[in-house]
């Protein structure tokens, strides 16, 4: 019976893991003043001020980013370093 329900957990954890993938979330940093978008899920706590998402493509999070208000707008040269990364 302890057999069954640690593999029933074991199948549960993997499922949930899996779930997360392929997804993003815009982050606001106090450090450098600039909200950015993730892969994983963000821990709010010291420099992070808030996280946003789960957004289940990058351009879902760049068309959120652009309507949070506390994020700055880009300038164009961060806009070609955010491009070529993809």
Known sequence: MKRLIFAGI????SGT???ADGLFWVV???AT?????????PVIIGDVWFGDGPYKSKADAKLA????????ALTLDEQKDEDSTN
């Open 33 to 41: 003043g600039k909200c950015s978008i993730v892969t994983s899920n």
């Open 65 to 72: 980013r652009s309507t949070i208000r506390a994020c700055p």
């Open 10 to 13: 074991l199948l549960l954890a």
């Open 17 to 19: 893991m899996s779930l």
């Open 28 to 30: 606001g940093n106090n």
